[in-house]
Antibody, heavy 119, light 110 residues
Framework: EVQLVQSGAEVKKPGESLKISCKGS????????IGWVRQMPGKGLEWMGI????????RYSPSFQGQVTISADKSISTAYLHWSSLKASDTAMYYC????????????WGQGTLVTVSS | QTVVTQEPSFSVSPGGTVTLTCGLS?????????PSWYQQTPGQAPRTLIY???TRSSGVPDRFSGSILGNKAALTITGAQADDESDYYC??????????FGEGTKLTVL
């Protein structure tokens, strides 16, 4: 069974750094792209970016380029989303999701990680 | 920047049929964008319904169908049920490894 398990909720202050994680299991982690999706409170889903754990090739939405960093450690089947300096506007639920380019579908989703940034 | 447009809200009666659409702020949606559709209920992660325009994901009832209508992708729900009341998002593949979500449609069944 394919599973994406994300790290737990975080409460941070503006200016702090943060890295959240997404651990894949039940499939060959290095062979599928993993992406991140933001959902601000009461708002829609926004595609942030994606990484191929096999070679760490990554792509970013223009809206998120330079704002976050996506990385992966294939030795532990885990992808990461990193902020170097959080802002209050980063408060949101973040989902990781496997992207399948053969069928151009996002078939598997993590359970979400709630990030709250408040002074 | 490309905006993927969806109706903000839609209402359907139980048993009725509704078609939600997914367009582009400039240009037409075609199969080359590989439109997919996702359902999200409050507090839950999205669920995949349709991909590559019209392929139902495993376990999705056949009352959900996808198509291209004119210059937009479309999700049709035939025989709507109360538990279809959700937010629906389309996603388009824009090339170069980039994807874009639509703004989402809140569907009410009443």
């Amino acid at each position: 069974e394919v599973q994406l398990v994300q790290s737990g909720a975080e409460v941070k202050k503006p200016g702090e750094s943060l890295k959240i994680s997404c651990k894949g299991s039940g499939y060959s982690f290095t062979n599928y792209w993993i992406g991140w999706v933001r959902q601000m409170p009461g708002k829609g889903l926004e595609w942030m970016g994606i990484i191929y754990p096999g070679d760490s090739d990554s792509r970013y939405s223009p809206s998120f380029q330079g704002q976050v960093t996506i990385s992966a450690d294939k030795s532990i089947s885990t992808a990461y989303l990193h902020w170097s300096s959080l802002k209050a506007s980063d408060t949101a639920m973040y989902y990781c999701a496997r992207h399948d380019y053969g069928d151009y579908v996002i078939p598997y989703w993590g359970q979400g990680t709630l990030v709250t940034v408040s002074s | 920047q490309t905006v993927v447009t969806q109706e903000p809200s839609f209402s359907v009666s139980p048993g009725g049929t509704v078609t939600l659409t997914c367009g582009l702020s400039s240009g037409s949606v075609s199969t080359t964008y590989y439109p997919s559709w996702y359902q999200q209920t409050p507090g839950q992660a999205p669920r995949t319904l349709i991909y590559s325009t019209n392929t139902r994901s495993s376990g999705v009832p056949d009352r959900f169908s996808g198509s291209i209508l004119g210059n937009k992708a479309a999700l049709t729900i035939t025989g709507a049920q109360a538990d279809d009341e959700s937010d629906y998002y389309c996603v388009l593949y824009m090339g170069s490894g980039l994807w874009v979500f639509g703004e989402g449609t809140k569907l009410t069944v009443l």
